[in-house]
């Protein structure tokens, strides 16, 4: 199991680009999905907002107009970045192999076999306890006080798979694929070097860290202490599914980031 997580996917880029519009399909109708499936997560938080007294916020945006609103954006958005991350980024050895696989109904195992795939959900999941055992240990030390309630864990159970998709798809398909690309791009290599991919990772691990900051103002005032929180956590799990996106492809990042997201907001209690 050990020497499985340091086995590549092996990547099939005649097959990726034979099967590039169904896996852009695929990938586009999962995302507008799943978008318009966290719209749910985000009334629950604005409601328990209005119940703490967050008199500037207002359930006011009637649910049909908050799901169109929300597939309008979803669908242009998904759009552009599946486009970066399967088209403009063809070159740079990144993408969504399995899927592909899927598609070409030759067997999935040819190309990732169960060790690797089940080593990369193990890795999240150490992970999220890692961060777990981190959080105990500060809310001892240096505890801050929430500003209101937490979703209850049922809805936490829908965001894992919801934010465990969107999120591969936005940050590691669309974000660091563009970024490992423009590297290739300017040093003029036919493909990317592992230093090139390491600078994709983790700039888009730090942009995901900065993206979380509204997630975490709805619970804990912004300070230095909750932004430098918020960003190292985000940088260990983004570098995590970077990694795992790079060497075993979309969807098994995809898995192993909802594997971490149940194991850290559903069984674990970070915040309570």
């Known amino acids: 199991m050990i ?3 340091n086995i590549p996917i092996a990547q099939n880029n005649e097959e990726k680009k034979e099967y590039r519009w169904q896996v852009a399909v695929s990938l586009l109708i999962l995302f507008v999905s799943f978008s318009l499936a966290n719209v749910a997560f985000l009334r629950e938080v604005n409601r328990l907002k209005v119940e703490a007294g967050n008199i500037g916020n207002k359930l006011s945006i009637p649910l049909f107009d908050h799901l169109l609103s929300t597939g309008i954006y979803s669908l242009i958005l998904g759009a552009v970045i599946i486009f970066i991350g399967l088209w403009v980024s063809s070159r740079a050895n990144l993408g969504a192999p399995v899927l592909a696989r899927l598609f070409s109904k030759k067997p999935v195992n040819k190309l990732i076999n169960w060790k690797s795939f089940l080593s990369s959900i193990i890795l999240a999941v150490v992970v999220a306890v890692v961060i777990l055992g981190l959080f105990e240990l500060q809310k001892s030390l240096y505890p801050v006080a929430a500003l209101q309630e937490r979703p209850s864990k049922l809805y936490y159970i829908h965001v894992s798979f919801v934010a465990g998709t969107t999120e591969e798809i936005v940050f590691r398909i669309g974000l660091m694929s563009l970024l490992v690309t423009a590297f290739q791009f ?7 070097t592992n230093t090139l991919v390491w600078m994709g990772i983790i700039l888009s691990s730090l942009v995901f860290g900065l993206v979380h900051f509204p997630i975490t103002s709805n619970f804990f005032e912004l300070t230095p202490f ?25 969807l098994v990042a995809i898995a192993a980031h909802i594997a971490f997201d149940l194991t850290f907001h559903v069984i674990g209690s970070p915040f309570g």
């Open 3 to 5: 020497k499985a997580f």
């Open 186 to 192: 300017l040093r003029k290599l036919e493909k990317p």
């Open 226 to 250: 909750t932004i430098g929180v918020t960003m190292a956590g985000n940088l260990i799990t983004g570098t995590t599914f970077g990694w795992i996106f790079w060497k075993r492809g979309l």
